[in-house]
């Protein structure tokens, strides 16, 4: 079974920054795209940023130049570093592994972490 635990929200003052990990375990051969989802109170679940296991990223235009997302192959871990937080950037904070691929299984599968907390306030 893959996991996905993330660590790094927290309380943080606009202008500040935060940076999220996200680390998969489990019996995995490879994992295609990894992502960062967000979803605040009341709103549904929007997509924040995604890097391939290529190298290609894509940022939700709100993140745009402020939001840096990374990944290290190796250890299966994807990284998001925000800078320059606003208040609307409160949300728990979603980490996605899209098509991973197991050593044991044949068919690749999706995973969600369980979610961190971010809140932007003064």
């Known amino acids: 079974q893959v996991q996905l635990v993330e660590s790094g929200g927290g309380l943080v003052q606009p202008g500040g920054s935060l940076r999220l990990s996200c680390a998969a375990s489990g019996s995995i051969f490879s994992i295609d795209t990894m992502g960062w989802y967000r979803q605040a109170v009341g709103k549904q679940r929007e997509l924040v940023a995604t890097?391939?296991?290529?190298?290609?990223?894509y940022y939700a235009d709100s993140v745009k130049g402020r939001f840096t997302i990374s990944r290290d192959n190796a250890k299966n871990t994807v990284y998001l570093q925000m800078n320059s937080l606003k208040s609307e950037d409160t949300a728990v904070y979603y980490c996605?592994?899209?098509?991973?691929?197991?050593?044991?299984?044949?068919?690749?599968?999706?995973?969600w972490g369980q979610g961190t907390h971010v809140t932007v306030s003064s």
């Open positions: 890097l391939t296991s290529g190298g290609i990223t």
């Open positions: 996605n592994a899209d098509r991973v691929y197991v050593y044991s299984g044949s068919y690749p599968r999706n995973y």
